[in-house]
């Protein structure tokens, strides 16, 4: 399995939008995105189930985030709108190949991709 890479990160103004995206290779389970900003645990910002496509998004993000993917299913998307100072971070895509159980849970083997920086000035 080849690690995840994402692209599409940037500066943007508050109130702007960007969209990230997180290539993939092979047939995964489930894929999403993680953000850490700086001093700060990394938080889950939601996640896609590759076959059916039911996602979940934070509830603190809900409204101003959406997760998608493309119909090869092996490209993930964040679409990030009304862009905030506190969503500057680095976001990282995770693949999850595990077949069963929650997407991306505790104890799976996740393939990481290395970040791309979203930094929102005020």
């Known amino acids: 399995q080849v690690h995840p890479v994402e692209s599409g990160g940037g500066s943007v103004q508050a109130g702007g939008s960007l969209r990230l995206s997180c290539a993939t290779s092979?047939?995964?389970?489930?894929m999403g995105w993680f953000r850490q900003a700086p001093g700060k645990e990394r938080e889950g910002v939601g996640h896609?189930?590759?076959?059916?496509?039911?996602?979940y998004v934070a509830d603190s993000l809900k409204g101003r985030f959406t997760i998608s993917r493309d119909n090869a299913k092996t490209t993930l998307y964040l679409q990030m709108n009304s862009l905030k100072p506190e969503d500057t971070a680095v976001y990282y895509c995770?693949?999850?190949?595990?077949?069963?159980?929650?997407?991306?849970?505790?104890?799976?083997?996740?393939?990481w991709g290395k970040g791309t920086q979203v930094t929102v000035s005020s």
């Open positions: 896609i189930y590759t076959g059916s496509g039911s996602t």
């Open positions: 995770a693949s999850d190949v595990n077949f069963y159980g929650a997407c991306l849970s505790t104890g799976k083997r996740i393939d």
């Open positions: 092979g047939y995964t389970y489930c």
